[in-house]
């Protein structure tokens, strides 16, 4: 689903800086006592990421992933440690990041047109109107601006909530699993036309999935994660699949390693 931002003053396009300096959050928020497992969470993290960027997030199931674009969307707040978007630090839901997710939370009364107007608020009618169109337009749902959700396919619903998180011209775009519902060839096709759009518009997208040959393919780096920490963070180019496996645990011929449970690696 995407998340709608309660400020939605549509923000600038401009593709935002990412930094995490020390970022630490834990559920419980404290120190575990003696003998029990630490408390679930991340951190600490230090992560940058430049404007224009593009950086997938992989790791385990329990690794922090979520946790940590919950941070980033400003959902949670950090017991210790700064995020800080295009420089300014995050208190909240921000208007410059918008989150999709793998549900798309549409609103089945409006129609797609008035599903993608929703963050635009703001706008005087011709200037939503035009951003509606170019939105749909990146998300190859021209002509589409007048159906009602419920006759959309599962990959053009997805499309429906890119199509709104991108029309508020995002500084940093977060999506968490976003294509994970879908078959493998809508999968594959929308990253395809995600990444085409990075490539046009050159927003800083962080894009989480546990689908390793899908982060190798389209983000530009790779950040993976384990037990709430960074254990890889290196150049797609320069990434082979075996390093990302090691993370996940998975040995040479595919087995499960002693450390991890492979259940996520595909
Ligand atoms: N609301 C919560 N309360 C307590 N612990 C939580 C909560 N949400 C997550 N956790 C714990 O925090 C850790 C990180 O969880 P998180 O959901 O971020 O992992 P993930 O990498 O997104 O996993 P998955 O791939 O299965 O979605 C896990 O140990 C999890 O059990």
């Known amino acids: ?32 006592p003696a003998g029990a497992l630490p408390a ?21 199931s329990g690794s922090g992933k979520s946790t940590l ?32 997710q793998q ?36 998300v190859g749902l021209d002509g589409y601006g007048a159906r009602r959700v419920h ?3 599962g990959g053009q619903r997805q499309r429906v909530s890119l199509a709104r998180a991108l029309a508020v011209r995002p500084g ?24 085409g759009i990075w490539e046009r518009q050159r927003i800083t997208v962080v894009f989480v999935t546990h689908h390793l040959d899908e982060a190798l393919s389209l983000g530009e780096r790779v950040v993976a994660l384990r037990d709430g920490q960074v254990s890889l963070d290196e150049a797609s180019a320069g990434l082979s699949r075996a390093a990302l496996d090691a993370v996940f645990g998975v040995g040479p011929a595919g087995a499960p390693g002693p450390a991890r449970t492979a259940a996520h690696a595909h």
């Open 1 to 32: 689903m995407t998340r709608p931002i309660p400020d939605p003053t549509p923000a600038s396009g401009a593709a935002a800086s990412l930094d995490l300096d020390g970022v630490t959050f834990r559920f419980h928020g404290r120190a575990a």
């Open 40 to 60: 679930a969470g991340v951190g600490p993290l230090d992560l940058h990421v430049t404007p224009g960027e593009f950086l997938c997030i992989v790791g385990p």
């Open 69 to 100: 674009l919950n941070l980033l969307s400003g959902f949670l707040t950090p017991q210790r440690g700064e995020i800080r978007v295009g420089g300014v630090p995050l208190r909240g839901p921000h208007r410059q990041l918008t989150l999709v």
């Open 103 to 138: 549900e798309p939370a549409l609103f089945p009364w409006l129609t797609v047109a008035g599903n993608v107007a929703f963050g635009l608020r703001g706008l005087r009618r011709p200037e939503r109107d035009a951003r509606v169109q170019e939105a749909l337009g990146l």
């Open 151 to 153: 006759e959309l396919s």
């Open 172 to 195: 940093l775009l977060l999506l968490d699993e976003p294509f994970s519902a879908l078959d493998v060839q809508t999968r594959a096709a929308l990253g395809r036309e995600l990444r």
